[in-house]
Structure formats: C-alpha cells, structure tokens
C-alpha cells in the first residue's frame, strides 16, 4: 500500500525559509512524477512545483508566483521530495499537499489535479506578516 508521507508544516515569519519533504512509502519515489499542491484559505487548490521523472533526468516546473523561490528537488538517496520555500510572504500560507502519479503526460497538463492519483494528507504553513 503506497502512501505519500509529508513533513510537519509550521508557523513561520514573513521572509523566512521552511522546507517541506514528501516521502513515498511503501513504493519507489524514481516511479513517480511528483507534484506539490497549496490551498490558500478560501480558495481553490493550485498547482505549486513538479518534479516530473522525463527518463530519469528530473525535470522541474513551477507556477509562476513561486518560480525562484520555492525550488523543489529530490535528495540524492532518491527517497524524498523537497520544497525548500524560501523568502515566505504571506500569500504563501496555506494546506501544501504532495501528489504522485506514475502517469507521464504533457507538462502543462501534469500542473493540474487530475494529473495525479496518489496524494498526502496536506500540511499546515502559515506565513505570519
């Protein structure tokens, strides 16, 4: 049974770093494209950073109100995805949820929730201004 397990979110102040790490239990973390999600308070889930497999290579995409400062890797061991969030505002608090999916489609569309089967439970970051 596969599950994506999320590091503990936090209270944090506008401007400081906080990095969240997804790990995949139970399966291989290379099987996957892997995704991070947000919802903001009141508002829809969006797209945040992908780390999508593309062979091997690792490729990376991000929204464009992240790019820059919410790069996202994986650790050597290949075991953990990371999203190392950097000069945190306030816009940037919310439920950040890991998503997988062992699907490879177009990278445009593997920004979207549909894209993805496997998702964590969703951790708190509250970025205080």
């Known amino acids: 049974h596969v599950q994506l397990i999320e590091s503990a979110g936090g209270l944090v102040q506008a401007g400081s770093s906080l990095r969240l790490s997804c790990e995949v239990s139970g399966g291989a973390l290379s099987n996957y494209n892997m995704c991070w999600f947000r919802q903001a308070p009141g508002k829809d889930r969006e797209f945040v950073a992908a780390f999508l497999r593309s062979g091997g290579r690792g490729m990376t995409y991000y929204a464009d109100s992240v790019k820059g400062r919410l790069p996202i890797s994986r650790d050597n061991a290949r075991t953990r995805l990371d999203l190392q969030m950097k000069s945190l505002r306030s816009e940037d608090t919310g439920v950040y949820y890991c998503?997988?999916?062992?699907?490879?489609?177009?990278?445009?569309?593997?920004?979207?929730?549909?894209?993805?089967?496997?998702w964590g439970q969703g951790t708190q970051v509250t970025v205080s201004s």
């Open positions: 998503a997988a999916s062992t699907r490879n489609y177009s990278s445009s569309y593997m920004s979207r929730e549909e894209a993805y089967d496997l």
